[in-house]
Structures are given as structure tokens and as C-alpha cells.
């Protein structure tokens, strides 16, 4: 193999590559990219952790046709180093794969590329076209409330379910908090998901990641994968088989009392509040009065702080506390100019809406103080 490349598109390639790539496996292989050069204008690069999947292509000048593997990491960090805008690379009679720009010469090991797992391109499968911009925002928005591990009151997957005929909701919670995004069934319409399917957390990055930049996504169903496939990529997601809790049943129907505040205010009150928190103290105390919301935060070990607010409330005083933490995920993410604050009692946690973001759901369980 002899193919040279431009740099920026190699880089940016290896970046979507090397987040594949298994950092702790006792495969050496996985930590490798399969790198292969078939035609005179087209190099491929492949990667899996055995659950996750990536094919995607880039342009380039093949002199010499071929294939290898080589350490994601390594050729990326390389790749980043090199000043030049093209580089040269040539596999060596010693199992070695050469990287050349410039006077700048390194040597890489490689693992014979019949040692890979196979990587499907998925051509057969039936794919819809997905709107991605409603995609990518129903992901950002959940992607935060997905635990990074299983345990007995979670999974550490988005659920993806259709609520109604007509509406697609994408949930995901740990346990102490919940956040959903609803949208038209209409913007993935032809998508067989049955009940509903659990993409783990690490396959919803890489999508989050893929659609960064692209303007159009096709999704389809091969077994137990979900496919995304754009112009140059093609992901392949195995999903989880693990059932989704029925989150519904901690929602309350009917939340009586709440009040609406500008998002930019509160937002701004929490950060003041948080630099008197840490692993051990990270709650802030919400103390609602006619007219008032107080926020309190810190211990006596560091310090407290306190701020409050004005809002448009005449109901019973209530007190909770949340991890602050928490709430600053749930509006981060949050598109609107304005924050509806809802709740029934003390035991049903808030629930934080944005008025101008309708789909968005979050809901955080309370902390005791």
C-alpha cells in the first residue's frame, strides 16, 4: 500500500475513528484502524469495539493498493504533529506502516488486517431518511441523563418509543432524574423500532458526533443494530436488549403549583451557587414564597451563599433541595428564554420545562439535606 492524504481530512477522520477504537480491550486488534486503499481516488478506515461499528471513506492518491491496521491513537496523534498539508503512507516488508510528510519520518507496528472483524457496509438494509437536525437535538438533549454504567434502577441507554401513533419519545434517566425529548412521528417515519429499542450510552455519542456535521442521515434495522448511514459513514449501533423501566409511572399527572422564570436569571442565580458546592455538598435548597424564590447553597466547612429571585407566585411556601448539578444539565441543554418550574409535593421531585422548548422534558428527585 502507497497512498498519500491531506492532512485536515485525515484528522478529522481519525478523530470519529479513534472514539471507536477500544481503549482497554484484551484484543489488541480493536485498539487498531483498518485502513484500505482499493481504487485510485478512495481510502477507507474502519473500527469497532465489537459493539460499535464505523466505516467511513476519504479522498486520496493511491499509488499502491492495499490494506494494514495501526493504533487509532497513535496515527492521530502523528497526523496532529506533522506541519505539513500531505501525508505519505507505505506499508514495509518488516509488518511496519511508514508515515512520511516532509523530512518527517515515522514507523508504526501494524497487525496483519485479515485479523479484523468483519465490517459490514450494510447496502441491503432498508434505510428512511431522518430529518437530522431533530435527530441531533432530541440526542443532545437526553444524552446527559444516560448513567455511564447498568445498575438495578437504571439502564445506561437512550429508550427510544413511539407514545402515541403520531409522536416519538426519546428517554433517558439514572435513577434520580429522568429527561425525555417528544417529536413528530413524521421526521423518522418508515423506521421499524417495534416497542421501542435501547441505544447504549456510547453508540449515542458517536451518532451525536457523526451528525456534527452533516446535513443529511438515513437510519434503518439490521437484527439487533441500529444503522446510520451518511454520505461517507456508515455507523452500525448493536443495541441493548436490557428493558427500559416504565418511567411513566413517576411522572405525576397533575402538578398544581409552579411558576415561570427567565431562564438566563436562574441559570446565572445556580452558577453563583455552585461555586459553594462539591462531591459532598452539591445541593441547592429551593425556598419558594409568595413572590420569592431563594436559592441556598455551601456548609460551614467552605461557606454558604444564597440568592433570590422575584417570581410571580401566591401559593403555599415549599422547600426542596435537588443536586445542582442536576439542574444546570437540565437547562443547559434547554431551548427557550423563559423556565417553567413545576411540582405536586416534596416526595414527586421538580419538574423543569422550557416554555419555549415544548418537547423538552426533564424531571430531578430530591435530595435529603
Request: proline share 4%.
Amino acid at each position: 500500500m502507497k497512498v498519500q492524504v491531506e492532512k485536515a481530512v485525515l484528522v478529522q477522520t481519525l478523530q470519529k475513528v479513534q472514539h471507536i477504537t477500544e481503549k482497554k480491550s484484551s484484543m489488541p486488534i480493536l485498539s487498531n484502524v483498518l485502513i484500505k486503499c482499493l481504487d485510485e481516488q478512495r481510502l477507507e478506515f474502519l473500527a469497532t469495539d465489537l459493539e460499535l461499528k464505523l466505516w467511513t471513506q476519504i479522498g486520496a492518491q493511491v499509488d499502491k493498493s492495499g490494506s494494514t491496521t495501526v493504533s487509532a491513537r497513535k496515527l492521530l496523534e502523528i497526523a496532529r504533529e506533522l506541519p505539513q498539508d500531505h501525508i505519505l503512507f507505505e506499508t514495509l516488508a518488516n509488518d511496519r506502516l511508514a508515515v512520511t510528510a516532509g523530512r518527517t519520518h515515522f514507523e508504526l507496528a501494524t497487525i496483519p488486517w485479515e485479523d479484523f472483524p468483519h465490517i459490514s457496509v450494510y447496502e441491503n438494509v432498508d434505510m428512511v431518511k431522518c430529518d437530522v437536525s431533530v435527530l441531533k437535538n432530541a440526542l443532545s438533549k437526553t444524552l446527559y441523563g444516560i448513567p455511564a454504567d447498568d445498575d438495578p434502577f437504571s439502564i445506561a441507554g437512550l429508550f427510544i418509543h413511539t407514545e402515541d401513533p403520531d409522536r416519538l419519545r426519546f428517554v433517558s434517566s439514572d435513577g434520580h432524574r429522568l429527561s425525555y425529548v417528544e417529536t413528530s412521528a413524521d421526521n423518522f417515519a418508515g423506521l421499524e423500532i417495534g416497542k421501542g429499542i435501547v441505544i447504549p450510552r456510547k453508540g449515542v455519542q458517536e451518532i451525536v458526533r457523526i451528525l456534527e456535521k452533516e446535513s443529511e442521515a438515513s437510519l434503518g434495522m439490521y437484527e439487533n443494530s441500529l444503522i446510520l448511514k451518511t454520505d461517507n459513514a456508515v455507523l452500525s449501533v448493536q443495541l441493548l436488549e436490557s428493558e427500559f423501566p416504565e418511567y411513566q409511572l413517576i411522572i405525576p399527572d397533575e402538578r398544581p403549583f409552579s411558576f415561570v422564570l427567565d431562564w438566563e436569571s436562574l441559570f446565572q442565580a445556580l452558577k453563583r451557587m455552585a461555586v459553594l458546592t462539591d462531591q459532598k455538598w452539591r445541593y441547592v435548597r429551593f425556598i419558594i414564597k409568595s413572590g420569592s424564590l431563594e436559592l441556598q447553597a455551601g456548609n460551614q466547612e467552605i461557606g454558604t451563599a444564597s440568592d433570590i429571585l422575584d417570581i410571580d407566585y401566591e401559593g403555599e411556601d415549599f422547600t426542596v433541595a435537588f443536586n445542582i448539578r442536576y439542574v444546570l444539565d437540565s437547562m443547559q441543554v434547554m431551548e427557550s428564554r423563559q423556565v417553567r418550574f413545576e411540582w405536586v409535593d416534596y416526595y414527586h421531585g421538580g419538574i423543569f420545562l422550557g416554555l419555549d422548548d415544548p418537547g423538552y422534558f426533564s424531571l430531578i428527585m430530591p435530595m435529603v439535606v
